[in-house]
Each structure stands twice: as C-alpha cells, then as structure tokens.
C-alpha cells in the first residue's frame, strides 16, 4: 500500500461524500479507492469510513486518521515545491477558500496571485467558516478569506495576515421614475428594514447571525419572505423582484452597482462593519505558493487594491458602496 496515495484517496472521499466522485477526482476506478481505504483500515487497526447502502461518514478514529492526511500531503506538497522550484519563480497548487460574502474579494485576489505568479494553479471553494477554521488547522486549506474576529474567538490556530472592514448595506430596487439617474441616497434605518418583504441568507451562516443581532440592537425581530444559502440566488432574487431588498456586505452588494435597477442604501442605528481577514494555518510548513501569496499581502498597496474590487475609479461616488471595503492592516508572512 502506498500511505501518500492512500491518504489522498481518503480526503477526496471526505470532500466528496461519495465513492464514485472520490474514484473520479482520483482518476482510478471505485473499487482501487475502496481497496485502498480497507488497507488503511487495516494498517491502523480501526474502521475509518462508516459504510451502509451510501457513503455514511467518518469514524471518530477516521476524522484523526483524515486529519494527520492533511498534515501529511499538506507536506509532501511543501517539499515537492521546495525540491522543484525555484524561489523566484514559485508555483504549484494553492487552495484558497473564503465564505460564501467574500467572493468577490477572493475572486479579485486570485487573478492577481496569478498575475504577480502565473505558476501558480489557485483552486478557490466557498466554504463555511467552521469549516474553514478545520481546514486550517488540518493544514487542508492553504489559506483563507473570513471573519477575522472568530479565530481568536474560538481559538482557532490560525493567523490573521491581512484585514479589512465591510459595511453591512441595503440592497433594493429602484423605484422606476428614478432607473438609470444619479441620485443621493438617503440612509436607512435598520428598524426601518426590518418591515420590508427580505430575502437574507439562512440562519446557519455566520452572516445571518451578525444580520440578526444588528435588528435586535435596534429593537425589532425580522421575518424574512425569502431566504437561501447561496449569495448568487440572494442577488438574484432582488434583481428578479422575487423580494423587495436584502441586507448584505457592501462588498457583495456592490457587485450589483451596474444594474441600472438597483440600487444600496446605507443602514444606520446601529451601523454594522465587520472586519473580515486573510487567513493563514498556524504551524507547519509553508508551501513555495503558501510563502509567494502571503508576501504579495504583506504589500500595503497591493492588498488595498485587492479588496477595492472593481478599483476605486469604478465606484460611483454617489453610491453606498464607496466605502465597502476599507483595509485595516496588513500582515507578514513570517
């Protein structure tokens, strides 16, 4: 049995959830991968993988054996780069995952980690953020975009190497006597809001808590008409008219700024930032791709322009959105 290979069968079948799309990703058939995950069985002695009709889960004893995999290949990939590559020149795999509000901003960080390192290969997944906050601390996930504030929280070993605020915002239609016109927006009050039909994301996502606790501040409950996990169906659900408006980071909303129909609105009393950060594992090696992206961060300038997605020249000044994405600081990657 070959351990590297065999662990590596065993994480994409706990990404996966399945034998047959694990097998596929793996590019071997479903039977090698079961084989391979019955040896690991029986090297180490224990049931790793909870079996019925379907793929049921892990073992406790599967979820350390899955966790010490991602130590494992998180460094075998590190010392392949190293062994490989030149400094000046890094490349290779690099997983970035971020929650579903900053993927514009993550979107916007990985063409320009491409752009400064064309050898790297970025995957980039939309993740919760106790998922996440495994996946640093396994060393399965090279780095992060999420809520800066959770890691020390929760004591999460992980680093905050860059940050930035966002403003939570209202985004609605437009009434149609003023489609397409400049116009100042007036700001709104959050108990304000609250009567509106809402579409909001559901209530397992950390933003919906930080949503929540915002109308509670401001005294009132909210009942929204509509809800989903997906920040794509969120947008279009106010574009479509399937909801009156959304409150979202300034960041998300922002991206709807060229649809003549839109509109964001600033919310006030209480007014809601929230610092989000780049996020990298705490201990182990760092991969070449780990090291060339955390000091592009390190760059002030280069990271402030990176989280002004779109640039600023692109941001009517007249809009709520202006300030979405203020940075905060800027981190090393020693």
Known sequence: MNLLDAMRYLSAL?????????????????????????????????????????????TPEGE??????????????????????ARAAPGGPLLLACVPTALPVAARLVARLRAAHPALRPTLRSLSSPEIETGLEELSIDLALGYADRIGERGVRARVAASYRERHVL????????????????????????????????????????????????????RPVFETNSVLALLLAVHEGAVAASVMPGVLAGQARRDAQLEIVPLVEPEVTVTMGLLAPQGGRLSLAQQAALGCVADARWW????????????????????????????SPT
């Open 14 to 58: 706990a990404q996966a959830r399945h034998f047959g799309r694990a097998a596929e990703a793996c590019h071997i058939t479903q039977p090698a991968l079961s084989n391979a995950i019955r040896a690991l069985e029986q090297e180490f002695g224990v049931t790793i993988v909870r079996r019925g009709r379907q793929y049921e889960g892990l």
């Open 64 to 85: 350390r054996v899955l966790a010490s995999a991602h130590r494992m290949l998180h460094e075998r990939e590190a010392l392949r780069q190293e062994l490989g590559q």
């Open 171 to 222: 985004l609605r239609r437009r009434e149609p006597s003023g489609a397409g016109r400049r116009r100042r927006i007036a700001p709104m009050r959050w108990r304000e809001a609250a009567a509106l039909p809402l579409g909001l994301l559901t209530p397992e996502m950390h933003n919906r808590h930080i949503v929540d606790a915002a109308f509670a501040q401001a005294g009132v409950a909210v």
């Open 304 to 331: 402030h322009e990176t989280v002004e997605v779109g640039g600023t020249e692109a941001v009517d000044a007249m809009d709520a959105a202006v300030h979405h994405s203020a940075p905060l600081s800027d981190g």
